[in-house]
Every structure is written in structure tokens, then in C-alpha cells.
């Protein structure tokens, strides 16, 4: 039994005593009007309490969810640059040839089957991200992941690996950089083209590990450049602080 009898109105109240502790407690009760006025006022809530049941969702509610589903799409996978690379040069092998060849045979079963079926390809979302909108594919990323994509690659003696990749069919290239180092805020890599013999600016590398979309017809140039300039860019490139160029084929 308890040292404080007072502390057993609660445990009375709902009936959780035994026959000692119940035959103290209410000899204690008879007498002290603070217990008796708290065990009437825990009998009172435990008696509410009783009469509370769960709610239930609304019927709509699942249907809703199950709605939603068909309209919600995950996010597109984050994939490396080095991957992309990897990817790329590996899409022109035999066994990619064999395995693509399937995946049209399949999808042409679909068709004559008469199955309804959606075709969704990762660049019809977006890349970025908003709240309440769905990601979207960046024109670079479109650049880099398409069928017809061709790419150009040059290693400095600084282990500065350059690529430029274009895909005709997206009528742009998109110029990948690893080994670069982060600039402070006062420098930035800018991008060039060789046009006729001179260099002009083709924007800018916001990030060392991140791809540009050139600005410019590389199809036309004779290479592709970067260098180290200070913030907000330069009309002429400062060849001291050169990084590095990509020859370019004649696409």
C-alpha cells in the first residue's frame, strides 16, 4: 500500500485497488473532503472518456489518394556527369543495338495487342524543381541523354578533363567539365567558341561540377575553350588564364 493514502484516489477512481488498499482508502474518503471531491471528478472524466469513440475517415478520402496516384510521378534520378559519360559510350555497342532492339519489338506488341499504354520520356518533366510543380529535364541534361548525342574530349596536363557534347537533334551542345577547381566569388570559367578564327564568348560554367548549354553554332566552330575571367565575364578571353580547349569535328 501506498505511504500517501491521498495518492490513491486516482487508482480508486477507476477501480485499480485491492481489498486492503480500497478498505483504507475509503475509510480515509469518509473523512477528507479533498479526496472525495477528486475521485468524484476523475470518475466523472473517466465516464466521458468512455463515451468518446474514433472518427472514422471520410469515404472520399480514399478515393482521393487513389486518384492522386495516377497523376503524381517521382522525381527524375540525379545521375552523374562520369555516368552519362559511361552511358554514352556504351550506346552504340552491339549488345545496346540487340537490347534496344527488344524494347522496340516489345513496344510494337503493345500497339498491335491493342493495350492502352502512356509513353513518358524523362525530358517531358522538368529538372528543377519548384514547390507545387513537377521537376523538369534541363536543356543541358536533354543534350547529354539524347539518342543522336556526339561528344569531343580533350585532358589538360592538369588532369582537367573537357567534353563538349551535341545532339542535332536538339540543335544545341552542352560542354562538361571535371577536375576543375571552385572559384572565388570575384572569377568565373567562361566558354568560347572559335569562330572564324577568333574567340567568342559561349557563356558560362556557373558550377565546376555542372554542364553548360554553349552559346553559339558549334557546328560551325573550330573548338571549344574555357578560361578563368573575372566576374560578369570578359569580351576577350585572358589567354594566361587558359584551362583548356576542345577540337571540334565538323558535325
Given amino acids: ?137 534541363s536543356a543541358a541534361d536533354r543534350v547529354l541523354d539524347a539518342a543522336d548525342a556526339r561528344t569531343w574530349t580533350e585532358t589538360t596536363e592538369d588532369g582537367v578533363t573537357l567534353s563538349v557534347t551535341h545532339s542535332a537533334a536538339q540543335d544545341r551542345s552542352v560542354l562538361t567539365a571535371s577536375g576543375l577547381a571552385p572559384l572565388s566569388q570575384e572569377q568565373v570559367y567562361e566558354l568560347w567558341l572559335q569562330q572564324d578564327g577568333e574567340l567568342v564568348s559561349a557563356g558560362f560554367l556557373k558550377d565546376p561540377t555542372s554542364a553548360a548549354v554553349l552559346q553559339g553554332d558549334s557546328t560551325t566552330a573550330a573548338l571549344a575553350g574555357v578560361t578563368i575571367e573575372p566576374a560578369g565575364g570578359s569580351t576577350k578571353p585572358s589567354l594566361n588564364n587558359l584551362i583548356g580547349t576542345v577540337p571540334l569535328a565538323k558535325a
Fill in 1 to 137: 500500500m501506498s505511504g500517501d493514502i491521498h495518492a490513491l484516489s486516482g487508482a480508486y477512481a477507476v477501480d485499480a485497488v485491492d481489498d486492503l488498499e480500497r478498505a483504507a482508502f475509503e475509510r480515509h474518503l469518509a473523512q477528507c473532503e479533498p479526496c472525495a471531491a477528486e475521485v468524484t471528478s476523475l470518475r466523472e472524466a473517466a465516464d466521458e472518456l468512455s463515451q468518446l469513440s474514433l472518427a472514422g475517415p471520410p469515404p472520399a478520402l480514399r478515393a482521393s489518394i487513389l486518384a492522386g496516384i495516377d497523376t503524381v510521378r517521382p522525381a527524375p534520378p540525379v545521375v552523374s556527369l562520369e555516368a552519362r559519360r559511361e552511358a554514352r559510350s556504351t550506346r552504340n555497342s552491339p549488345h545496346r543495338r540487340r537490347v534496344g532492339g527488344l524494347i522496340a519489338a516489345a513496344a510494337a506488341l503493345v500497339l498491335v495487342g491493342g493495350v492502352g499504354a502512356t509513353v513518358w520520356h524523362p525530358w517531358d518533366e522538368p529538372s528543377t524543381q519548384v514547390a507545387g510543380e513537377t521537376p523538369r529535364i
